[in-house]
């Protein structure tokens, strides 16, 4: 079936570092990739998502790039700030496709 | 302000008792889902609904019960045949059940068992 493999953490990053999450995906179909943001004690929120092959999501300074050829959708940032510390999920657009979740902490 | 709440924010209960966790959404959302999280690991599914008066087992369903009498409302129950129910609960909907819609989730509800 459809899963997701997600780089384990934690992470633990200086300001300005550059950040990067492995996630890998196997699927039957054509889904949609996101990826959520864990802030503490809150729920989930979209970060980014693409929807087809080739296509790079984008925001807040993140970037992700859904590649068909590698099943991959990797997360970026160049220069990570304090505020990121968060936990970040990659998920298919298939309900029951959630990576583990990686934990990053940024220190000033 | 449109999105999801979930009540209350902190839960705690006696073992043997049964709890119900609410989730309301006022996006218009057909699709809702309830989902539990342990420290550490992903989401797992419990419980989901495509449209109002019907919904589907997830991966982790026994112990648990749930209604969608209204669009807008998705009340999770935990039993007290839940072995271990404390954990973190979160609650999501989306525009439809489908491979390419966001889901737009609550913030979710801590279940403590004393």
């Known amino acids: 079936g459809d899963s997701v493999t997600q780089m384990e953490g934690p992470v633990t990053l200086s300001e300005e570092a550059f950040l990067t999450i492995n996630c890998t995906y196997t699927?039957?179909?054509?889904?949609?990739l996101f990826w959520y943001v864990q802030y503490p004690g809150e729920g989930l929120q979209l970060l980014l998502k693409?929807?087809?092959?080739?296509d790079k999501g984008s925001n807040k300074g993140f970037e992700a790039t859904y590649r068909k050829e590698t099943t991959s959708f990797h997360l970026e940032k160049g220069s990570v700030q304090v505020s990121d510390s968060a936990v970040y999920f990659c998920?298919?657009?298939?309900?029951?496709?959630f990576g583990a979740g990686t934990t990053v902490t940024v220190r000033a | 302000d449109g999105g999801i709440t979930q009540s209350p924010k902190y839960l705690f209960r006696k073992e043997g008792q049964n709890v119900t966790l609410s989730c309301e959404q006022n996006?218009?959302?057909?699709?809702m889902y309830w989902y539990r999280q342990d420290p550490g690991q992903g989401l797992r599914l419990i419980y989901y609904?495509?449209?109002?008066?019907?919904?589907q087992k997830g991966d982790i369903a026994e112990g648990y019960s749930v209604s969608r009498e209204k669009k807008e409302s998705f009340p999770l129950t935990v039993t007290s045949a839940q072995k271990n129910p404390t954990a973190f609960y979160l609650c999501?909907?989306?525009?439809?059940?489908?491979?390419?819609?966001?889901?737009?989730f609550g913030p979710g509800t801590r279940l403590t068992v004393l």
């Open positions: 999501a909907s989306s525009i439809e059940d489908s491979y390419t819609d966001t889901q737009y």
């Open positions: 699927a039957t179909g054509y889904p949609s």
């Open positions: 693409a929807t087809k092959a080739d």
């Open positions: 998920a298919l657009g298939d309900k029951l496709s």
């Open positions: 996006l218009n959302h057909d699709a």
């Open positions: 609904s495509q449209i109002v008066n019907d919904f």
